[in-house]
């Protein structure tokens, strides 16, 4: 066994869904630059960095979701249907860590809704290699070590940030010295735990950057040329709720890297890889101004012509944009202002301990609209306290708006003051892997049905968004007529005939391959208010229209008429 190895392992998944360009193991690869500056040999096994998918047995704390997720949907307007094994098997796994033969292997949980995946992986790697160490970190071994330390095949928990405790940790066992000294580590001890503070990094200049090199970005494209991210700051000095990620939670404070090292980072990629798309994943990226315009200028005056597109997937703080913002992101490459709303409820944003963004969110969407720049905008739903009828306005808000809708279902994000909440009100999810947006993981205030009828109805309303920038109009009512062999007419007239007869009855129907046409579960009060109010609303689509009065400005005040 060398001593020296090291595998960084990223775990399959387990969910109805996977979106691979939020799955490039970035963190991974700066806990790789860490170890191989020290002088440890050191690989990550991206289970995810494949195309293998394969439908399981819904898991049996899932069993509730098949009233909502029964039946496969061809329509715009489907959500889940199969649960499905994302990425290599566990076998896979445990096969090549033992060719690999390391002394330690790193294992990573985000996120505690596929802690299992990890467990299990873990499990594998010791029942095929029991030779070597097995390390777990992330959000969730941080928040839940003694939990983690249930599992013998795990040895050490790394709590915090890994890139300097993962590195003294792999010193310590390699020179037999005391273990207690790593920052962050947790390990069981006789009968008991020892548990140290979780480890933050005060100065992120100070560690290298990301060893993107051991990343697959041959799997990880978008048009054919690299997908990349950048991580330019950590922790959020916000106070939101629902975020584990907060000030308010256990998590590291607010630190960005020096516009240098960023710069460093994306200069690295670029002569690696051609890279023709750079994902930002901060929680607050422009909400220091000075700092913004000096990192984003050089980043302009560098991808001169190289046609890279950037992108903040997390969203935006509304208050923090203004006008030399959005005009220097349209400079760089930015196509799309990704905005966190929350909610367009005064209340509901006090709920989520959130400012009132309201007047600068609208802002922030003249902007786009006057610099060409598509908007998608962040609402959540189904949080504790919040009712179906509050995001119900929300949506109908954003029907008005040129913004694409992201609904979220809220989940329990352990270490967040709402899953506090939660957890003193008795309505948390009795299993770990149902902390997930898919797994409609509250019926409190808002109904589970009501959830997954507010998640069609998002869907419904960003399908008439489309129709309307594609034909500028929106279909008439027509009440349900039988269709002859449905399964031959394309997805977009089939979702467009679906959208006239909810809109003449408030049924959700969908359409199986094998031709069958179905109602979905859904709650009739809110798709009947949805239509009802609807029928009065200017609907906007997504596209911006430069100059609307000269180019006309495609919008529908749509008369719900029946035929």
């Not at 049924?507 to 798709?527: S, V």
Request: aromatic share 10%.
């Amino acid at each position: 066994m060398n001593i020296s190895k090291i595998v960084l392992v990223q775990p399959p998944i387990e969910d109805f869904y996977l979106t691979k360009k939020r799955t490039i193991p970035y963190g991974l690869a700066s806990i790789a630059a860490s170890l191989i500056a020290n002088g440890f040999d050191v690989e990550i096994l991206d289970c995810l960095a494949n195309h293998k998918s394969k439908k399981i047995k819904l898991p049996k704390e899932f069993f509730f979701l098949k009233s909502f997720y029964g039946k496969k949907d061809m329509s715009a307007f489907s959500l889940f249907h199969a649960f499905r094994h994302f990425g290599y098997s566990y076998e896979y796994v445990g096969t090549k860590i033992r060719e690999k033969e390391p002394f330690i292997v790193g294992i990573s949980s985000l996120f505690t809704a596929y802690s299992n995946e990890s467990i299990k992986t873990a499990i594998t790697i010791k029942k095929f290699y029991p030779k070597c160490k097995i390390v777990l970190g992330g959000h969730h071994p941080t928040f839940f070590p003694e939990k983690v330390l249930e599992c013998d095949a795990i040895d050490f928990v790394l709590r915090g940030e890994g890139e300097i405790s993962m590195t003294d940790l792999c010193e310590a066992l390699k020179n037999d010295t005391d273990l207690k000294q790593v920052p962050g580590i947790a390990f069981r001890e006789k009968d008991a735990y020892f548990i140290s503070d979780s480890a933050w990094i005060p100065d992120l200049s100070a560690i290298p950057i990301p060893e993107n090199r051991l990343i697959n970005h041959g799997f990880y494209q978008r048009k054919n040329r690299a997908a990349t991210t950048i991580v330019a700051s950590r922790g959020c000095p916000m106070q939101c709720s629902y975020c584990s990620v907060s000030a308010s939670s256990a998590h590291a404070p607010f630190r960005q890297r020096s516009v240098g090292s960023i710069l460093d980072e994306i200069k690295a990629q670029a002569k690696d890889v051609d890279v023709g798309f750079i994902d930002f994943e901060d929680e607050n990226l422009c909400l220091n101004k000075k700092w913004f315009i000096k990192l984003f200028s050089k980043i302009k005056s560098y991808f001169k012509d190289k046609n890279v597109e950037l992108r903040a997937m997390n969203g935006l703080y509304p208050p923090a944009i203004d006008e030399e913002i959005v005009s220097l992101m349209t400079d760089c490459g930015f196509k799309t202002l990704n905005l966190s709303l929350g909610s367009t409820s005064k209340t509901q944003l006090a709920e989520f301990n959130r400012p009132d963004v309201r007047k600068a969110f609208d802002k922030a969407l003249d902007l786009s609209q006057k610099y060409g720049l598509e908007a998608v905008s962040y609402i959540i739903a189904a949080a504790p306290n919040q009712t179906a009828e509050s995001s119900l306005k929300d949506l109908l808000y954003l029907a008005q708006k040129r913004t694409l809708v992201g609904l979220s279902i809220f989940y329990p994000a352990p270490g967040s003051l709402d899953y506090e909440l939660c957890k003193n009100n008795k309505i948390l999810p009795d299993n770990f892997s149902l902390m997930r947006s898919s797994a409609l993981p509250l019926d409190d205030t808002t109904t589970r049905i009501e959830a997954a009828t507010l998640l069609r109805l998002s869907r419904i309303l960003n399908f008439m968004k489309h129709l309307m920038d594609s034909e500028g109009t929106l279909p008439e009512l027509k009440p349900f007529y039988s269709l002859k062999n449905p399964e031959t007419i394309n997805r977009k007239l089939l979702s467009k005939i679906l959208l006239q007869w909810f809109l003449y009855d408030g049924k959700i129907r969908g359409i199986h391959p094998n031709g069958e046409i179905y109602i979905h579960l859904a709650d009739i009060h809110l798709t009947q208010t949805f239509i009802n109010q609807i029928k009065n609303i200017r609907i906007q689509g997504v596209k911006p229209q430069i100059n609307p009065i000269a180019k006309g400005n495609k919008t529908c005040n749509f008369i719900c008429k029946k035929a």
